[in-house]
């Protein structure tokens, strides 16, 4: 359901669960970017737009997994060291040999050969060479165990096979992606462009770095979402694109919002102004280009006051302003949401169960994401514990939270020892600090 904005929202749906905003949210994806053909350089981290099938089995002939010596294992059954087969050197298969020059191993023959070599005409097995004595021109087998199973040989289309379907549309391009689709000649790829992302923050009391001296002298605050909400999506692999900071005025916010939508963005992210306060005027704004609201507000903590809907066909976001609600708000809601319109399959966190370390109040009927950092139990459990004071304008917690430890709306306070569910933060270090009594780097 939505509604012109900002007039009479009766009919808006407000204070939304966590789950049920996130489900909103995600129907802006619907339909992802557009296709766009790129090379496979490039590719990383882009989303897939149809299937990939490969063109050639891989491994494209059979192999050796050993160097040694292929040869008919019927023919060394049964060596031993006091009774080895000695069988003459035909030649050698080196790694990179045309397999349709190699001489045919036949019954009581031998062709020395290394790892990854093509495996030559009439040989089924290859005695790795710490069982053998060889010389230039006979080998002596000492040793059977590779005579039987596979013998180390690698199959053709072991790993792939001709014609197969290697990755689905909206499989993620990681970097062994790109070695598979490589290995199979694909030098191009057909993917989703990434989602155009553009960021309008308002704040009369808001400067970039440039103007630090007027924070020195207590009269302006550093717009830190300038610099850390546009790092946070491009790490979901959007464009982002950051407006100049805009002033509180309605005329001048309602212009720079109307730049953005007309720009060809493809998600608009406003920072603060959401609320209900006198110049908070971004709801207002949008409602003079038209703009539609899907809801308003979220049961959620930090980062309640969130609006959601489109403007001139493009959807909107309408994020927090303080620093930790700010990217919060971004982790949970936006970040799926540009993963979804680059076409991924993948689009919403990781959560795993931890062990709660520290107690919290969390009276208010809301679910309470608190910052927290992960740490191995001695059990090997996951646990978490509060990476500082979690008020939203605390943005050094953020900095020292691996997590965002999801509570219920049901809990009114957190008790250690508790099992609670962890979002992990999307651009937070997958690796936990290594385990007691593992050293240092020097």
């Not at 900002?6 to 970017?33: E, K």
């Not at 790829?189 to 002298?217: C, K, Q, Y």
């Amino acid at each position: 359901m939505t509604d012109r904005l900002p007039g009479d929202t009766s009919a808006v749906p407000r204070g939304l669960g966590y789950d049920d905003a996130l489900a909103a949210v995600l129907q802006f994806g619907a339909r992802a970017t557009p296709v766009e053909t790129v090379a496979l350089e490039a590719a990383l981290g882009h989303a897939l737009a149809e299937a990939v099938v490969s063109r050639l089995a891989l491994p494209p002939w059979d192999n050796a997994g050993m160097d040694g010596y292929a040869v008919q294992r019927a023919d060394v059954q049964g060596a031993t060291p006091g009774a080895p087969r000695v069988l003459p050197v035909l030649g050698t298969s080196m790694a990179g040999a045309d397999v349709h020059r190699l001489p045919a191993v036949r019954s009581g023959t031998a062709l020395r050969i290394m790892t990854g070599a093509p495996m030559p005409p009439g040989a089924d097995a290859v005695i790795r060479v710490e069982d053998t004595d060889g010389g230039e021109k006979t080998v002596s087998i000492t040793g059977d165990r590779d005579a039987t199973g596979r013998g180390n040989v690698r199959p053709r289309g072991e790993d792939v096979s001709a014609d197969q379907v290697l990755f689905g549309p909206g499989t993620t391009l990681r970097a062994a992606h790109l070695g598979v689709l490589a290995s199979v000649g694909a030098a191009t790829v057909r993917v989703h462009r990434p989602p155009r992302v553009t960021i309008v923050s308002s704040g009369d009391e808001l400067v970039l770095l440039d103007r630090f001296a007027e924070v020195e002298a207590g009269r302006r605050i550093v717009s830190s979402s300038h610099y850390a909400l546009p790092a946070l999506l491009r790490g979901a692999g959007a464009d982002v694109t950051v407006a100049p900071l805009v002033p509180d005025t309605l005329e001048e916010l309602t212009a720079a919002l109307a730049a953005a939508v007309d720009g060809g963005c493809d998600l608009l992210l406003t920072t603060g102004g959401v609320s209900v306060g006198a110049h908070d005027f971004t709801r207002e704004a949008l409602a003079l280009l038209g703009g539609t609201q899907r809801f308003w507000r979220a049961r959620i903590r930090p980062g309640g006051p969130i609006g959601t809907g489109e403007v001139r066909g493009v959807p909107w976001i309408g994020l927090p302003g303080n620093p930790v609600s700010t990217l919060v708000t971004a982790s949970l809601f936006a970040w799926p949401l540009i993963r979804r319109l680059g076409g991924h399959t993948g689009v919403c966190h990781v959560k795993l169960p931890v062990r709660v370390r520290d107690g919290a109040d969390t009276p208010a009927p809301l679910t309470y994401f608190l910052r927290v950092a992960l740490t191995e139990g001695a059990d090997g459990q996951l646990e978490a514990r509060l990476a500082g004071a979690q008020g939203s304008n605390l943005l050094r917690t953020m900095a020292l939270a691996d997590a965002l430890l999801e509570v219920p709306e049901q809990v009114v306070r957190v008790e250690p020892g508790m099992i609670l569910p962890a979002i992990l933060l999307p651009d937070a270090p997958p690796l936990l600090p290594a385990p007691r009594g593992a050293g240092s780097l020097p």
